[in-house]
């Protein structure tokens, strides 16, 4: 079965950097578009990076100018450089394509951001 598995989160505080890494097994994440979703407890899940099979990105306002996606498709993985994260960068993010593979949706890795 495919996997996503996402890895990097932790606690940091406000005004801080951390990476974020999603790999996959048994598929090639290179032929599709890619994001980076997260939820905060009482919020929607949201999407907040996308990146194409050819490398265009999308990101939500929220995080612009903050939040770097990116590939490797050698290594099979999918990244995100969070830097000047605030409080409100707290949840649980997750991988998965765009459009939502529903069966694709694995545990995620907590951000938290706080003083």
């Known amino acids: 079965q495919v996997q996503l598995v996402e890895s990097g989160g932790g606690l940091v505080q406000p005004g801080g950097s951390l990476r974020l890494s999603c790999a996959a097994s048994r598929s090639r994440l290179s032929i599709y578009t890619m994001g980076w979703y997260r939820q905060a407890p009482g919020k929607q899940r949201e999407l907040v990076a996308a990146?194409?099979?050819?490398?265009?990105?999308n990101y939500a306002d929220s995080v612009k100018g903050r939040f770097t996606i990116s590939r490797d498709n050698a290594k099979n993985t999918v990244d995100l450089q969070m830097n000047s994260l605030k409080p409100e960068d707290t949840a649980v993010y997750y991988c998965?394509?765009?459009?939502?593979?529903?069966?694709?949706w694995g545990q995620g890795t907590q951000v938290t951001v706080s003083s």
């Open positions: 998965n394509t765009s459009p939502i593979t529903t069966r694709l």
């Open positions: 990146i194409t099979s050819g490398g265009s990105t």
